[in-house]
């Protein structure tokens, strides 16, 4: 197949963006970042985008979501994106974008899914809960996005030992670490033809 051209969604550092990115600029992808969307302006994503050469856009959402989600597909379009990436993309994707990449946007979740994800449930707040039940593992998730919070197939999951001195901290570093190597590596399935698009 041709380069698999993909897009990216980050509403703040956009970690698995730039793990995704290092991978292209390495040659360990074959992939072409084609361009970065933001909700916020001044996110350290969008910044790294601008600094490496990646077309940004900032598309804000809040009271605007009907003319944000017709800017966001036309963009997705106009650009020629065959998968996109949320990376810590904190707002519901529309109607529109939706149905034009129905079974190619995947996003990554900080835990294990259903059983912590949801509204309201992301980045340490989703440890916090791991934690405070005690768990023994917690892991970092790839699912299709659709209409609903952390709703759509799971596609993979990387499962993340939880030791007895884990903190907050610690275990976001490692759980971060671990959504990074299973996004690259989802994505190199994708573009071998064992996952193929749309799902």
Do not use: W
Request: hydrophobic fraction near 40%; glycine fraction near 8%; charge should be negative.
């Amino acid at each position: 197949m041709n380069r698999l051209r993909i897009a990216f969604l980050a509403s703040n550092n956009g970690t698995s963006f730039r793990a995704v990115y290092e991978a292209i600029q390495s040659d360990k992808l074959d992939a072409t970042a084609v361009l970065l969307v933001t909700n916020k302006n001044h996110s350290p994503a969008f910044a790294f985008a601008e600094e490496h050469g990646v077309p940004s856009f900032h598309i804000p959402t809040k009271g605007v979501e009907a003319d944000a989600d017709k800017r966001l597909q036309e963009t997705l379009v106009g650009y020629g994106a065959d998968l996109v990436v949320l990376s810590g993309y904190l707002r519901k994707l529309g109607p529109l974008t939706l149905e034009t990449f129905k079974g190619r946007i995947l996003n990554v979740h900080p835990g294990l899914l259903p059983k912590y994800g949801g509204l309201g449930m992301y980045g340490r707040k989703v440890h916090q809960a791991v934690l405070d039940n005690k768990e023994r593992s917690t892991a970092a998730t790839i699912h299709l996005v659709d209409a609903q919070y952390d709703h759509g197939l799971t596609i993979a999951t990387e499962v993340v030992p939880i030791d007895a001195a884990d903190d907050i901290s610690s275990l976001e570093i490692r759980v971060m670490e671990a959504e990074c190597v299973l996004f690259v590596e989802t994505i190199r399935r994708i573009i071998g033809g064992q996952l193929p698009l749309p799902f």
